[in-house]
Nanobody
Framework: QVQLVESGGGLVQAGGSLRLSCAAS????????MGWFRQAPGKEREFVAC????????YYLDSVKGRFTISRDNAKITVYLQMNSLKPEDAAVYYCAASSVLGTPREPTDYDYWGQGTQVTVSS
């Protein structure tokens, strides 16, 4: 059983930056691909970014390419999402998730464990 705890959300002005962290426990972190999803009010949960087990492969939602960067530190059993040039449309609850699927999984159904989420609010 893997537990995931997100942190780093908050209120930021448009154009600003935030760095989300997701600390894992209870499993072998390096055997999981990791992903970030988000969900805004009234909308479905949306894939944002993912990274493979070794950290050598990543994949992004088109609208965040060039602004967001996902990374992982297997020694610290933590995955990060650096978010720059934030826009009001990026506002959502951001969730970290762990997947046993090889490669860069992008569907919510690919993921086995989820965190509780952290709120990101972007003011215009």
């Amino acid at each position: 059983q893997v537990q995931l705890v997100e942190s780093g959300g908050g209120l930021v002005q448009a154009g600003g930056s935030l760095r989300l962290s997701c600390a894992a426990s209870g499993g072998t972190f390096s055997t999981y691909g990791m992903g970030w999803f988000r969900q805004a009010p009234g909308k479905e949960r949306e894939f944002v970014a993912c990274i493979n087990r070794s950290g050598t492969g990543t994949y992004y939602l088109d609208s965040v390419k060039g602004r967001f960067t996902i990374s992982r530190d297997n020694a610290k059993i933590t995955v990060y999402l650096q978010m720059n040039s934030l826009k009001p449309e990026d506002a959502a609850v951001y969730y970290c998730a762990a997947s046993s699927v090889l490669g860069t999984p992008r569907e919510p159904t690919d993921y086995d464990y989820w965190g509780q989420g952290t709120q990101v609010t972007v003011s215009s």
